[in-house]
């Protein structure tokens, strides 16, 4: 069950947090920007887990109210929106929990070079940079030209 992958981590995360607000952390960099790093990649599937966590427990707690004369009708309804919601959940704690490229981090060169033919190839490298410079804005990522010719 998905509940039961999910467990590890929130425990994980839980462990993080308490190690860092421990004061002897501080004296030890390596160690504290490490489980940073660590706690900032799992926060995402942690978050989405807690709220998948209280919408099964809201399921259940309506299908309980269900034979409730007076709360039956209401339980009905928010159960039918959290059956809805469940399925929605569990596909992007999937996609979550794919497995991150190790050179997700890492820095990269990238060179455009106008090709064969002339000045519209100049300007279609020229198109081609502005929008590699607009996605690497959009997703915050420094951008650091270090040589251009213009032609």
């Known amino acids: 069950m ?14 993080i947090t308490q190690s860092l607000m421990s004061p002897d952390i501080t004296s030890d960099i390596k160690r504290m ?22 919408v099964l427990e809201d399921i259940e707690e309506n299908r309980l109210m269900l034979d409730d004369s007076e709360l039956g009708d209401l339980a009905k309804e928010e159960l039918k929106e959290l059956e809805l919601k469940k399925p929605v959940l ?24 106008a090709g064969t033919g002339g000045d519209e190839a100049a300007l279609f490298v020229a198109d081609l940079f502005r929008g590699y410079l607009r996605y690497a804005e959009n997703n915050n990522w420094k951008v650091e030209i270090m040589s251009s010719s213009d032609s």
């Open 90 to 113: 569990e596909e992007e704690i999937k996609v979550l929990m794919i497995p991150k490229d190790p050179n997700d981090d890492r820095n990269i060169y990238l060179e455009l070079r």
């Open 2 to 15: 998905l509940k039961d992958k999910l467990q590890p981590f929130i425990a994980r995360f839980d462990e």
């Open 33 to 54: 920007t490490s489980l940073s790093k660590e706690q900032s990649s799992i926060e995402p599937i942690v978050e989405k887990a807690k709220e998948y966590i209280k």
